[in-house]
């Protein structure tokens, strides 16, 4: 019977165990450059069988949030080889999630000033990056009107997210995670509601709309193979104005098959109810699963018990937690020994110093009592 404990061989990296630690921002890296303290942070978490870092720009253009580090430059690699040394190291797995936010980027974190790129030139217009207002400070600022790319530019887009995943290799990283995820670059090309092209990446079809995520995929599987290549996906997902559209599950299902053909490391499902979104259509997890035959992760909710219980229905393979490893380091031996958690501190999610970061430690109390 299989549980979050167990190792799990990874299209040929063994996993020590079954949680993963997933991707999230911390706005740490002033510069755009991993530093040590982001070095002292992962390597904190090491005990995850997967760490996926946060989410790691692959350009400026791609940027949409103060002090995150990228993964374009030489000096970017050097910094991030810090960071997967240490991990593995302390024996740990990670891959870094490559990320172009699209539509959701403020021009002040844009070359010149220039508007954000998208699939579109609709305006996130309830949503916010995380730029510099008038004033020069870094806070949450509306997101800017973008200019939708043009249908020649969309190779060099593609390029760049390859180029990532080599720079990523160059790194020492086991892997990367493409994000497709929570209202993107890649989602508002999938998105049906927000895609309004009429050329061959848009349009009523499933095809031409997911056109652009499976090229993004297929590029990096041909610079650093399929066994390393992982993607988010947010099925249903409502975050940064996206909306229902005509076809959505056949849409998901559709990446669910193509991905499973290309074989590639996994598909990382973010369930996005816990953060205030309608939850995933019932069934629609298993119909997922039964498309899609590879490595399943699911993020967004989850406890130990319910993890524990998807896994050994097959429902899943690896079960990923978030907000409960920015509290909890060691989170991995609380739940094995059932351990009490610890709440983070949410005003130091993003940004500041190593409070609310680097400074929370592993326990060191009493067991709690087994229940009977």
């Known amino acids: 019977?299989?549980?979050?404990?167990?190792?799990?061989?990874?299209?040929?990296?063994?996993?020590?165990?079954?949680?993963?630690?997933?991707?999230?921002?911390?706005?740490r890296a002033p510069g755009y450059l991993p530093n040590a303290e982001m070095v002292?942070?992962?390597?904190?978490?090491?005990?995850?069988?997967?760490?996926?870092?946060?989410?790691?720009?692959?350009?400026?253009?791609?940027?949409?949030?103060?002090?995150?580090?990228?993964?374009?430059?030489?000096?970017?690699?050097?910094?991030?080889?810090?960071?997967?040394?240490?991990?593995h190291d302390l024996g740990g797995s990670i891959f870094t999630q490559i990320w172009h936010v699209g539509r959701m980027s403020h021009v002040s974190l844009q070359v010149g000033e220039e508007p954000p790129v998208s699939s579109t030139a609709q305006q996130a217009a309830h949503s916010s990056a995380f730029g510099y207002d008038q004033d020069g400070q870094a806070g949450f600022v509306k997101a800017s009107k973008p200019r939708a790319l043009a249908t020649a530019e969309i190779d060099r887009v593609i390029g760049d997210f390859a180029q990532a995943a080599v720079n990523a290799d160059s790194a020492g990283f086991d892997g990367v995670e493409i994000h497709g995820a929570n209202g993107y670059l890649v989602e508002q090309f999938i998105n049906g509601a927000v895609n309004d092209r009429t050329d061959r990446y848009g349009g009523d079809t499933v095809e031409n709309r997911t056109r652009f995520a499976l090229e993004v995929v297929d590029a990096c599987i041909e610079r650093i193979g399929a066994s390393r290549v992982g993607i988010r996906l947010s099925p249903f997902g409502r975050l940064h104005d996206l909306e229902a559209f005509d076809g959505e599950e056949e849409t998901f299902l559709h990446l669910a098959r193509e991905l499973g053909k290309r074989g590639i490391a996994y598909i990382h499902l973010m369930e996005q109810a816990s953060r205030g979104a309608p939850a995933m259509p019932d069934g629609f997890l298993a119909r997922f699963r039964q498309a899609y035959p590879g490595t399943l992760i699911l993020a967004g909710g989850l406890s130990k018990e319910k993890a524990n219980a998807l896994i050994e229905e097959g429902v899943i393979d690896l079960a990923a937690f978030g907000a409960p490893y920015v509290a909890n380091p060691d989170l991995v031996e609380r739940f094995r020994k059932d351990w009490p958690t610890e709440e983070p501190d949410k005003d130091r999610f993003y940004g500041g110093d190593a409070r609310g970061y680097t400074d929370y430690r592993p326990y060191t109390g009493q067991r709690v009592a087994e229940s009977a």
């Open 1 to 27: 019977m299989a549980d979050i404990f167990d190792t799990y061989d990874l299209s040929g990296l063994l996993l020590k165990n079954r949680v993963v630690m997933a991707p999230m921002t911390r706005a």
């Open 40 to 87: 002292r942070y992962y390597g904190q978490r090491a005990g995850a069988g997967l760490i996926v870092t946060e989410g790691t720009p692959i350009s400026r253009e791609g940027n949409g949030f103060v002090d995150c580090p990228g993964i374009w430059s030489d000096e970017q690699v050097a910094g991030w080889s810090e960071v997967t040394h240490r991990v």
